[in-house]
């Protein structure tokens, strides 16, 4: 694996177990201060960190005892250690206080990241999810592989 590949995989790695752990100072500390959010949820953009953590705090607090567990599949990676990118499918399973699965979706995520501080970080996240030709709703759950 190439030094680039590692150390985006430290991203993704520490973007779970931020999420997981509903850790918003470890989650912002992956964004740029200027960062740009185009996230699937209400909101068409957040401009800046202040702005996408105030969104970050209010997901975490609406899950209440609720625990996440956050997986990456079909991971691509490209760039270098100055300007970088990450797409991948990503799904967000909640889970109750007893670990029993309480539902998931999946959610389709790009991220650029530039680096600032000798650290890469995101710069840009795009989240989305296909909307249904028949019925205009968002589909949140892949279709299994053939």
Known sequence: MQDLDKTLWRVISAYQAAVQAKDVAALMKLYDPKVRVFDAWGVWVYEGAPAWQLAVESWFTSLGTEKLKVGFDDVQLAGSQELASV????????????????????????????????VLRVVHEHSSAPIGFDDMKAILVRAPKA
């Open 87 to 118: 797409s991948a499918v990503v799904t967000y399973a909640g889970l109750s206080a007893q670990d029993e699965p309480l539902r998931s979706m999946n959610n389709r995520l790009s991220w650029v990241l530039k680096t600032s501080g000798h």
